[in-house]
């Protein structure tokens, strides 16, 4: 998995910190790449939709967009680019749930299969 930057490191720690809890970030960064990767793993049971299955594990990628829009610009953008192609792998094994709340993130409301 690729790694960030140093600076990256220091503005992660800082927001843990204050907002999280130590390790956070790298914890749902490692996490969200297992879900891209097999989504099966975070959509577990049916569609991954709360009928099917009201414990689906995508609650990491929550993480990461919150750490991504409390990070200063220079560092929301190089966590960006380490999420993107997880989050593009993502897209690409899924659908959209067409009974999806428009009020959860976009990762929630998708479906595999």
Same mark, same amino acid.
């Given at each position: 998995?690729?790694?960030?930057?140093?600076?990256?490191?220091?503005?992660?720690?800082?927001?843990?910190?204050?907002?999280?809890?130590? =390790?956070?970030? %790298? *914890?749902? @960064? *490692?996490?969200?790449?297992? /879900?891209?990767?097999? #989504?099966?793993?975070? @959509?577990?049971?049916?569609?991954?939709? /709360?009928?099917?299955?009201?414990?689906?594990? /995508?609650?990491? &990628? =929550?993480? @990461? +967009?919150? %750490?991504?829009?409390? $990070? %200063? #610009? *220079? %560092?929301? &953008? +190089? $966590?960006?680019?380490?999420?993107?192609?997880?989050?593009?792998?993502?897209?690409?094994? /899924?659908?959209?749930? #067409?009974?999806?709340? #428009?009020?959860? =993130?976009?990762?929630?409301? &998708?479906?595999?299969?």
């Amino acid at each position: 998995m690729p790694r960030g930057s140093g600076k990256l490191a220091g503005a992660i720690s800082r927001l843990e910190r204050d907002r999280f809890w130590p =390790g956070a970030i %790298a *914890q749902a @960064l *490692q996490q969200w790449s297992r /879900t891209a990767h097999r #989504p099966s793993l975070g @959509l577990s049971g049916g569609c991954g939709c /709360t009928f099917c299955s009201p414990y689906y594990l /995508t609650d990491e &990628r =929550g993480v @990461l +967009e919150a %750490a991504m829009h409390a $990070l %200063a #610009p *220079q %560092a929301a &953008r +190089e $966590l960006r680019c380490l999420v993107k192609p997880l989050d593009d792998l993502y897209i690409a094994k /899924t659908w959209p749930d #067409p009974l999806a709340s #428009p009020d959860d =993130g976009w990762w929630v409301g &998708r479906c595999w299969g």
